[in-house]
């Protein structure tokens, strides 16, 4: 909701504007309630237009859609191999910001090649605040990625650093406001932190990952917006993504109907919050460990 003035104010559409912590390296997603947020907000505006400088054009297929019939204009990398501004922009982003990772490489079997950030800056056509963001993040990375203190927290991905080797670590952004219960979790399973803590499944961690990271859909036939595509049957706990348009599912392990949107469950196969084509609540992102 808050972009929408932001963009109009700069400019840019919607989709050119992102909310972001530059010292923690984040870019938070749309459902984050900004009141939770330091101010003043930091600010991050891209560009909907990524140019490619005629001298760079090329005919090779992407590396990415490998469709050399492709009228979208690709440009070569400094390993040889092609790719749009727009997927380099992306391959960068889901690099640096959702694996984590020190370094961007070319995608091409075989390649590896590591491309630099003046590279990456120049050939996707970055915004000014785009390249201090994103050059800040790799150098960023490259220091968490040799620091065994440092950890992402499992419910925003903040990285988080724990004191004198203890099991239970703080996250400063989900912690609530001052004189509430604080949000702690365990270093090795990631779990939430309660008196006495014992390590619960790995696979809790893996799960509650997936959980996080589910893009936002919009369920087609009740209209509802920004529901997460992957949810826990409130029954059973068996994982499930949403892949038709009616918000009512049925777990195929235990047979139990639901919403997929605030997650009541139905009683004698229809919906108890509204009907199938009617808005209801959106229940937040699902705690694997609880």
Known sequence: EIKTPIAALCGVPRHCVEIVDMEEGIIYDDCRDVT???????????????????????????????????????????????????????????????????????????????WSMNE?????????????????????????????DISECPNCGQFCQRQQNTQAVRCSICSPKKHEKQADFCWDCKAPWVPNHTCKNRDLE???????????????????ERVPSKRLCPNCRTLL??????????????????CFSCLTLCVGGRLQCTGYNKECSVAPVQNAFS
């Open 36 to 114: 939770m947020l330091s101010r003043p907000l930091q600010v991050m505006v891209g560009t909907d237009e990524r140019r490619v400088p005629f001298y760079l054009l090329t005919t090779d297929a992407d590396m990415i859609d490998q469709d050399p019939d492709d009228e979208e204009p690709r440009l070569k990398m400094s390993c040889g191999h092609a790719i749009t501004p727009y997927n380099l922009f992306g391959h960068m982003r889901n690099s640096l910001i959702n694996k984590v990772k020190s370094s961007v490489t070319c995608l091409t079997p075989g390649c590896n090649q590591e």
């Open 120 to 148: 990456m800056i120049k050939k996707a056509d970055m915004t000014t605040d785009e390249s201090l963001f994103f050059e800040y993040k790799i150098s960023l990375n490259a220091i968490f990625s040799h620091n065994n």
């Open 241 to 258: 993504e949403h892949e038709r348009m009616c918000k009512q599912m049925k777990c195929p392990g235990c047979q139990i109907e639901f």
């Open 206 to 224: 893996a799960i509650q990952k997936i959980l996080n990271e589910a893009p936002l859909k919009t369920l087609d036939y009740s209209k509802i």
